[in-house]
């Protein structure tokens, strides 16, 4: 099915499907040696791993926004116009240009607390007044000073650090298998 959903994409050709199944790297290598010397017009070469697992973040992306919505009773309610968005960077940025021991196993759960604490602020300070387009407005003035903190936080560090901070906030499907998905 996602097959024939790419391949009726204009401008598409799957010239090969890599499957589920774990390839090595020298034959990954090989296998993407010959796609490109047979198809030089190819850009980019994505196995099925990496669309499923790109349209599963697309999903999930799409799922916070609805469950925001819903109960603000606010069809602009999104994490980036309450502050969760900016709370969860302002806290990847500290622990990643600081270098705070923070296990790796706890990043998540670090940014989903700071994204929860910079919504609860946010939704704390709206308690009372029910109109949505105050609470927006409320919400992007601390999106607002959050990012300034991110941004003074960033020029506090080193190069190799703001690099590796912005491969957290902006993700990546580099080197991601079926491991992932699952």
């Given at each position: 099915a996602?097959?024939?959903t790419l391949?009726?994409?204009?401008?598409?050709?799957i010239?090969a499907?890599?499957s589920?199944?774990?390839?090595?790297?020298?034959?990954?290598?090989r296998?993407?040696?010959?796609i490109?010397?047979?198809?030089?017009?190819?850009?980019?070469?994505l196995?099925?791993?990496?669309?499923?697992?790109?349209?599963?973040?697309g999903?999930m992306?799409a799922?916070?926004?609805v469950?925001?919505?819903?109960?603000?009773r606010?069809?602009l309610?999104?994490?980036?116009?309450?502050g969760?968005?900016?709370?969860?960077?302002?806290?990847?940025?500290?622990?990643t240009?600081?270098?705070?021991?923070l296990?790796?196993?706890?990043?998540?759960l670090?940014?989903?607390a700071?994204?929860m604490?910079?919504?609860g602020v946010v939704?704390y300070?709206?308690r009372?007044?029910?109109?949505?387009?105050?609470?927006?407005?409320?919400?992007?003035?601390v999106?607002?000073?959050l990012?300034?903190?991110?941004?003074?936080i960033?020029?506090l560090?080193?190069q190799n650090?703001?690099?590796l901070?912005?491969?957290?906030l902006?993700?990546?499907?580099?080197?991601?298998?079926?491991m992932?998905?699952?």
């Amino acid at each position: 099915a996602m097959r024939d959903t790419l391949r009726a994409l204009p401008g598409v050709t799957i010239v090969a499907d890599i499957s589920p199944a774990t390839v090595d790297k020298e034959g990954g290598y090989r296998t993407m040696k010959t796609i490109l010397l047979a198809q030089p017009n190819i850009d980019v070469v994505l196995g099925a791993d990496t669309v499923v697992l790109g349209a599963l973040a697309g999903a999930m992306l799409a799922l916070a926004g609805v469950l925001m919505q819903d109960p603000l009773r606010n069809p602009l309610a999104r994490p980036e116009l309450l502050g969760v968005s900016s709370g969860a960077s302002v806290v990847m940025a500290a622990v990643t240009i600081f270098h705070l021991p923070l296990p790796w196993d706890l990043y998540p759960l670090a940014a989903l607390a700071g994204g929860m604490i910079a919504g609860g602020v946010v939704l704390y300070a709206m308690r009372r007044l029910g109109d949505p387009v105050r609470l927006i407005l409320m919400g992007v003035s601390v999106g607002a000073l959050l990012y300034a903190a991110i941004i003074a936080i960033v020029s506090l560090g080193q190069q190799n650090d703001v690099g590796l901070l912005y491969l957290y906030l902006l993700g990546s499907l580099a080197n991601r298998t079926w491991m992932y998905v699952n």
